[in-house]
């Protein structure tokens, strides 16, 4: 049994989730519910001030991508844990998320006990990831990639443009020459038929690989 308190950062941009949750965990004495967030940019800036110990995370945020959210808070809280809230367990942007960091993928329709459960085991230090929502995952993300034509390597290079990484940080992170990122990322983006990478990080959201 947890004896010290947990505190929470809800992020999600529906109020009847964020009221929803409280609820749930509000009836857990160890849990305290820190604050909330409605963007990815409000939760970089409430998980600053607040130093949650676990943020429960909405997969789809207005302004930003979650894989995104989740490098910038463990670049300045690396202590801090992810859980991914989603009401799309099947959408292949979970695979990025996971990559990006996330300690845990839980459905909005969970059970509160589940939730609660995850929470402990993530705050204690596990990772929390069904192996069926895995292989799940990996068989749709072959599938988004082969109808957009993209390889994994050229996924895998756009995955980390999506988490802001530089070429020359893609580069190193793959042991690759820059020249060579360079062409990857040029392919992609005739692949998906977008000029720049602002309109390919929207075209692969839409096809749902990112």
């Known amino acids: 049994m947890t004896t010290t308190a947990v505190h929470v950062l809800v992020v999600d941009d529906h109020p009847i989730v964020l009221d929803g949750v409280t609820m749930a965990l509000g009836s857990t004495s160890w849990i305290t519910v820190s604050g909330y967030a409605r963007s990815g940019r409000e939760a970089i800036t409430a998980v600053r001030r607040l130093h949650p110990d676990v943020v429960l995370l909405d997969l789809r945020l207005p ?10 808070l463990r670049s300045h809280s690396p202590g801090v844990k992810v859980v991914i809230f989603t009401a799309y367990p099947e959408h292949a ?18 059970e509160r006990s589940d939730l609660v459960d995850i929470i ?23 599938r988004k990639l082969k109808e957009s034509g993209l390889t994994r390597r050229e996924y895998e290079i756009l995955r980390r443009v999506a988490m ?28 998906l038929g977008a000029r720049n990478r ?12 990112l």
């Open 63 to 72: 302004d930003m991508l979650a894989p995104e959210v989740i490098r910038a």
């Open 93 to 110: 942007a979970l695979n990025a998320a996971l990559g990006a960091g996330a300690h845990a993928l839980i459905v909005k329709d969970t």
């Open 120 to 142: 402990r085991r993530v705050n204690a230090g596990e990772r929390v990831i069904c192996t069926d929502i895995e292989h799940d995952l990996n068989v749709l993300l072959r």
């Open 164 to 191: 802001g990484e530089t070429n020359p940080e893609i580069a190193e992170a793959l042991d690759l020459t820059r020249n060579t990122v360079k062409t990857y990322l040029q392919r992609t983006l005739e692949k």
């Open 198 to 209: 602002i309109e390919a990080l929207a075209r692969a959201n839409e096809c749902g690989i």
